[in-house]
């Protein structure tokens, strides 16, 4: 009767130590994030990092380098790092700025966008992709970039954002084929 409590033990023991070591091996993102949900690095000039959501360590950024909801990123002086978002959206962060990428939603079936940033300090540069811009009307997609003072909602197809932590300004471009001799964008603090 012993015998096989102690051998259906062995392979309890076994398949749970396998099932560890498999979770140690695997790639950290496939957890992290649904496909589709992440920011990928496109361009990085000078010296960006990320801190991953969850770690402690600021890590070198790589171009390929995938940001996933609750990463944060900052540019030193002199540097720059392009993001390209699932949407074709493109954000730059510019030299001296840090971003956490606090929410980051993106449905292809029914073609919603869910996107809060939140510009901590510095600069950052989003260019939302123009189906997008047609969805936030129709769909109620959303993209927004917090500062600790503003929330500026994408209403164009180009949108700034500036702050030091204290004053904030933001501007927007507006949509491509807008009318003649309507506002080109503002400045507004």
């Given at each position: 009767?012993?015998?096989?409590?102690?051998?259906?033990?062995?392979?309890?023991?076994?398949?749970?130590?396998?099932?560890?070591?498999?979770?140690?091996?695997?790639?950290?993102?496939?957890?992290?994030?649904?496909?589709?949900?992440?920011?990928?690095?496109?361009?990085?000039?000078?010296?960006?990092?990320?801190?991953?959501?969850?770690?402690?360590?600021?890590?070198?950024?790589?171009?390929?380098?995938?940001?996933?909801?609750?990463?944060?990123i900052r540019a030193y002086a002199g540097a720059s790092a392009e993001l390209a978002l699932p949407d074709t959206s493109t954000v730059v962060l510019t030299e001296n700025s840090r971003l956490l990428m606090t929410k980051m939603e993106f449905d292809t079936q029914n073609r919603s966008r869910f996107v809060l940033l939140h510009l901590a300090v510095g600069k950052v540069r989003a260019t939302i992709a123009q189906a997008a811009v047609a969805l936030a009307r129709a769909r109620q997609s959303n993209f927004a970039i917090s500062t600790p003072t503003a929330v500026a909602a994408a209403r164009g197809t180009i949108m700034w954002v500036f702050t030091d932590g204290d004053k904030g300004m933001m501007a927007v471009e507006p949509e491509f084929g807008a009318k003649e001799g309507a506002s080109v964008g503002t400045w507004r603090n």
């Open positions: 009767m012993r015998r096989p409590q102690l051998n259906d033990t062995l392979l309890l023991v076994t398949m749970l130590g396998l099932g560890m070591l498999l979770l140690l091996v695997s790639p950290a993102p496939v957890f992290a994030q649904q496909a589709g949900s992440t920011a990928e690095i496109k361009r990085v000039v000078g010296r960006v990092e990320v801190l991953q959501k969850g770690q402690t360590q600021w890590l070198p950024v790589v171009i390929g380098a995938q940001l996933a909801e609750g990463d944060d």
